[in-house]
């Protein structure tokens, strides 16, 4: 082993143990492990420091624990850290490379109800445990909602302690409580001593891909972690996960090849997971490719996450970006996905879409809301603004209610060219304003512009929607819907002309004003079984006459003035 410690609490190891087996030529794996592990612990011991890595293959079978203030730092791909020689997992194992963790040291109860966004709790217990700087886990057995097919996780959520009043026996959180919660269903906190200031750049890992089971890094009960320019390479399960995890970043990275096991349901494969209440953090100006999910999230709600400036290639089995039941506060701004299964999945709460770039995928490229299986009692407060998505198999945004209902979503700004365009199922509180669906060069005959269906409190408000073959706009069971100031230049060819531009079928208290309708040889609107219409002052062009316009089969209370039509 060659390497040094000097006085700034720097060891430098230069270069990979030189042990040999005489008559393989071959190095002794555990010599690396040993030598790497005792240094991490040296540094521990001082409290903390930095282990500078030369260039060099590093032969690791065993996990390396990383304590509180170390930096391990290589010289980029040149550093490479093998851990092919890990053990193989299985279901119940499944090892990681380097793991960090924090430790328990107390135990607290609290006896009050407490309210979302507060900051200061009264507790019993292991108070003298609670140490500004410290974490506390805060535990209840009440659920976070429940759903025709099932229960959410139970609530959950980390938080940094900034104060500690012996006297009034009350501790202060940093950000404020994420939920509300009941005291009488065994609300808890649960201290811990987190593993702190952690930070792991310019290396390599190589790891067993296919059959392995294995994983790069987890940090678990982590505070201010931070990754930056690590190449991970043929993690099977999981290239970094966090768990529970507050305040980290991880930036400038490769994540290579987590494809997932072949165990039947065990479904990873993620080159960055954000699980267990983690919050806080930063996965910016990283690149994926040929992973399940390049990065995912779920289970007991982790939230206030920026996914951003991300590139995603050959991720050709999941999302490529995602977050699962529920997540809370997540932004996805910026990020490239290409030659992907679909592009970003969220389902969850409080979440914003903005100005990615989605292309040449098989499947959908935005969608929300839960799936068959999954619990999702509602999808609230949708942002999805400024995308551009093309050349997708399926929907360029879809918004799912089969499993919970989708409450306030503003769709706007987005560019969706060559897709099936933009569904909403089960929802209330829609605004769908200024998007431009371009289905011209569309290879479906049938394709709907924006499909609408179970839903209430809707704004359609200037789109631009071109070229769909079977109607621009299909409403299905919708109330109080206004429909104003859209154009509408409906394809020329493979259109049946029964089909309307815009199609109702069932639903009530429908506004269409201040349209363009360039129909053409199609009819502009056409309602079967819906009533408390008004359909006033559009400009319909079509070479069709006047009295065959428009359709309002069996509607009641119809309003149709001033309008214009032009041929």
């Not at 924090?102 to 109860?109: A, D, F, P, T, W």
């Not at 953090?281 to 999230?297: A, L, M, P, S």
């Not at 499993?403 to 569904?423: D, M, P, Q, S, Y």
């Amino acid at each position: 082993m060659s390497s040094n410690i000097n006085k700034a609490n720097e060891i430098i190891y230069l270069s990979p143990s030189e042990m040999k087996i005489t008559d393989l030529n071959t190095r002794i794996p555990s010599a690396d492990t040993e030598n790497l592990q005792n240094l991490l612990n040296d540094l521990g011991m001082q409290g903390g420091g930095t282990l500078r890595l030369g260039a060099g293959t590093f032969i690791i079978n065993q996990t390396l624990f990383v304590p509180s203030n170390v930096t391990i730092e290589g010289v980029g791909d040149r550093t490479i850290l093998d851990g092919q020689g890990l053990a193989h997992g299985d279901i119940n194992q499944r090892p990681f490379l380097l793991r960090a963790s924090g430790n328990q040291v107390g135990n607290l109860k609290v006896s009050t109800d407490l309210g979302e966004g507060q900051t200061k709790l009264s507790v019993t217990g292991d108070i003298f445990e609670a140490r500004t700087g410290r974490m506390v886990q805060i535990i209840s057995n009440e659920r976070q909602g429940e759903t025709e097919v099932g229960l959410l996780p139970f609530k959950e959520e980390i938080q940094k302690i900034v104060n500690v009043d012996l006297q009034d026996g009350t501790i202060e959180i940093d950000g404020g409580l994420l939920f509300d919660y009941m005291h009488d269903d065994n609300l808890r906190a649960e201290i811990y001593e987190p593993v702190s200031n952690v930070e792991i750049k310019k290396l390599k890992i190589i790891l067993g891909g296919v059959g392995s089971v294995h994983s790069g890094i987890n940090i678990n009960y982590g505070l201010n972690t931070k990754i930056d320019q690590v190449t991970i390479d043929g993690a099977e399960h999981i290239g970094i996960q966090m768990t529970r995890t507050y305040l980290f970043s991880i930036m400038n990275s490769y994540l290579l090849n987590s494809t997932s096991p072949l165990f039947d349901n065990f479904n990873s494969g993620y080159g960055i997971a954000v699980i267990s209440s983690s919050c806080y953090g930063r996965i910016e100006k990283n690149f994926f490719d040929n992973c399940r999910h390049g990065v995912t999230g779920g289970n007991h709600a982790p939230h206030h996450i920026s996914v951003s400036s991300n590139i995603c290639t050959n991720c050709r089995v999941g999302y490529a970006l995602g977050c699962h039941e529920p997540c809370m506060y997540w932004n996805f701004n910026g990020n490239t996905i290409q030659g992907c299964a679909s592009g970003i999945n969220t389902r969850g709460m409080h979440m914003t879409i903005s100005d990615n770039f989605v292309k040449n995928i098989t499947g959908v490229g935005i969608s929300t809301g839960g799936t068959s299986g999954t619990n999702l009692p509602v999808a609230k407060e949708y942002v999805i603004t400024n995308n551009r998505i093309t050349n997708t198999n399926g929907r360029a945004i879809e918004l799912r209610g089969h499993f919970g209902r989708i409450e306030g979503a503003i769709i706007e700004k987005n560019t969706c060219i060559k897709t099936l365009g933009i569904v909403i199922r089960n929802g209330e509180n829609l605004l769908i304003t200024n998007n431009l669906i371009d289905q011209t060069n569309n290879v479906e005959d049938t394709v709907y512009g924006i499909q609408l269906s179970s839903a209430e409190g809707i704004t359609l408000l200037g789109n631009h929607l071109i070229g769909a073959r079977t109607h621009g706009l299909f409403l299905a069971e919708c109330i109080d819907v206004n429909i104003s100031n859209n154009m509408f230049y409906v394809n020329k060819r493979l259109w049946n002309t029964d089909n309307a531009v815009i199609r109702a079928a069932v639903g009530s208290k429908i506004s269409i004003n201040n349209n363009h309708f360039q129909s053409l040889t199609r009819i502009s609107v056409f309602t079967t079984n819906a009533n408390d219409i008004i359909f006033v002052s559009n400009i319909i062009s079509s070479s069709r006459s006047s009295n065959s316009n428009t359709n309002f089969s069996g509607a009641s209370n119809l309003i149709s003035k001033d309008n214009i039509e032009t041929n």
